[in-house]
């Protein structure tokens, strides 16, 4: 069978030498104009684009990458917890518009708290030899991590502590920020205080924990008010309603993740209790505001988490420094909306109430 011009190229992939015929140009001439080198004349750097177009060549990033002095492939990854969590969305956002600001390309993967995941995902980018890796990390493959990290690719850990040698760490005082959010409903007169937790295998579900316990300040916690190991919304919903319908329920909840929070709020409104159960959440979450009432949480800022991790490893992908590692702490704010400021029932509302924003 004879394949005209057309079907042959789609047959086979279009190359430089394929480009510089159609231009009538050298391959040399071509490869400078492809790979953005000065020195060629604007006729001809037209006359290649337009063949380029015409014949449908794509240029192979991953060979031009080969042949730099530097290695460079001019992208990085980031592997998120879950892209759809509000808190990775928006710190997705952020390393992205950083690194675009540096002509770099972001690849994105969810671990979905599992090592597994996250060691396949490791495994992927760099057999991509991509530049840098930001990681929230599960905890489980932190030897993965290292390991990429001695083999010279720059790695920064985000929302959860880890102490590797040469890898920065960015995250919030998650223990500080929970402690005061339980002090907040202990003023308000609440002594039965609830407690929604994710995976104890999590770095940020421990301190969360951890500052639960310590704004108590040594009094006495029920322990059927605490639920810990709880993976989502629903799971959130159904705890709370189980120790809201059984003996001696709590008169406010600390959830101590987004989805958690949501999961809480559906409870309270199914069993029309949101206007006399105080609830704090730690992370907001979209339309927090626009309900009634409003959602206290305790913020963290994922776009300041995200600028300062691209910027830590962008810095060390340009600078190649072998620095001792970085740990960044991001202060939380806590954001009174009236959720967090219901007092105690028959007990009117104390200075808390008032507070509108309080860091």
Avoid at 42 to 71: I, M, N, P
Avoid at 240 to 260: C, K, S
Avoid at 299 to 326: F, K, M, N, T, V
């Amino acid at each position: 069978m004879t394949l005209i011009p057309g079907e042959e190229r789609r047959r086979r992939k279009v190359t430089m030498r394929d480009v510089a015929d159609r231009a009538g140009v050298g391959l040399a001439t071509v490869s400078r104009v492809i790979n953005g080198k000065p020195g060629v004349a604007a006729d001809l750097v037209e006359r290649v684009h337009d063949a380029a177009r015409d014949l449908g060549y794509r240029h192979d990033l991953t060979a031009s990458s080969l042949r730099r002095a530097d290695r460079r492939t001019g992208t990085i990854a980031l592997i998120l917890e879950d892209v759809a969590n509000p808190f990775s969305s928006a710190l997705h956002r952020a390393v992205e518009d950083t690194a675009r600001a540096e002509n770099l390309l972001v690849l994105t993967g969810s671990s979905d708290e599992n090592p597994e995941r996250e060691r396949e995902l490791i495994d992927t980018f760099t057999l991509r030899r991509v530049d840098g890796l930001i990681v929230i990390p599960t905890g489980g493959a932190n030897a993965d991590l290292a390991a990429v990290r001695r083999q010279g690719t720059p790695v920064v850990c985000v929302d959860r502590l880890v102490e590797l040698d040469q890898v920065d760490t960015v995250t919030v005082d998650n223990r500080q920020g929970a402690r005061v959010a339980v002090r907040r409903l202990l003023d308000l007169g609440h002594r039965r205080v609830a407690f929604l937790g994710d995976m104890a295998s999590i770095w940020t579900a421990r301190e969360r924990y951890a500052g639960y316990l310590e704004g108590h300040a040594g009094r006495r916690v029920d322990e059927r008010l605490i639920h810990r190991e709880i993976r989502s919304a629903d799971a959130a919903e159904h705890a709370i309603r189980e120790i809201l319908e059984g003996d001696e329920p709590p008169t406010a909840v600390f959830a101590a993740q987004n989805l958690l929070t949501i999961g809480a709020v559906r409870a309270l409104q199914h069993l029309g209790l949101q206007e006399r159960v105080a609830l704090i959440g730690f992370d907001d979450f979209p339309l927090a505001d626009m309900l009634r009432p409003g959602v206290s949480v305790v913020a963290q800022d994922p776009a300041e988490i995200g600028l300062i991790a691209a910027r830590l490893l962008l810095g060390r992908i340009s600078d190649g420094d072998d620095r001792p590692a970085r740990h960044v702490v991001v202060p939380t704010t806590y954001v009174a909306r009236g959720s967090g400021e219901i007092p105690l029932p028959d007990r009117p509302a104390g200075p808390a109430a008032s507070d509108r924003r309080i860091r």
